[in-house]
């Protein structure tokens, strides 16, 4: 009887140890395509972003116009294709999978592309608030 009771209890311990895992790997899994989402809207937003500077600086000959103090518009696009060829290019995504990123450094890639998507909406949203209500400054 109790090599019975033992049994059962090491069989309990066995299907709880592999439900365990098998919710740890769906968890990852869904982390993992929650991550790829996300790197995929903040690499178009980062996209969108950059034309949208581009005409903004081409309408209204406004290379040298300061979108932030000390921040001139050409400067501004040099470091938004620098921060895409260095974090949201399509060979840093295809990285994504090739890594095998832990749980935790999954989160927090996530968590960043988050902010830089928060980040690339307000730079959005700012042209367009300049755009409209510097247009007769600008000449455009």
């Known amino acids: 009887m109790k090599i019975i009771i033992g049994a059962v ?4 311990l066995l299907i709880i140890v592999y439900a365990f895992r098998l919710k740890e790997a769906s968890d990852l899994a869904t982390a993992l395509e929650r ?3 996300r790197f995929r809207e903040t690499q178009a937003y980062s996209e969108k972003v950059q ?3 581009e005409d903004f600086m081409e309408i ?7 979108v932030y103090p000390d921040v001139k518009c050409k400067n501004l696009l040099e470091e938004l294709k620098i921060l895409y060829s260095g974090n949201l290019s399509d060979t840093v995504f295809n990285m994504i999978d090739i890594l095998d990123l832990p749980h935790d450094d999954i989160l927090a890639m996530t968590k960043s592309l988050e902010k830089q998507l928060q980040a690339f ?3 959005s949203n700012l042209l367009q608030t300049i755009t409209i209500k510097e247009k007769g400054i600008l000449g455009g």
């Open 51 to 53: 034309e949208d500077l």
């Open 121 to 123: 909406t307000q730079l």
């Open 9 to 12: 209890g090491v069989t309990c």
């Open 35 to 37: 991550l790829k989402i």
């Open 60 to 66: 209204n000959d406004a290379y040298e116009y300061e």
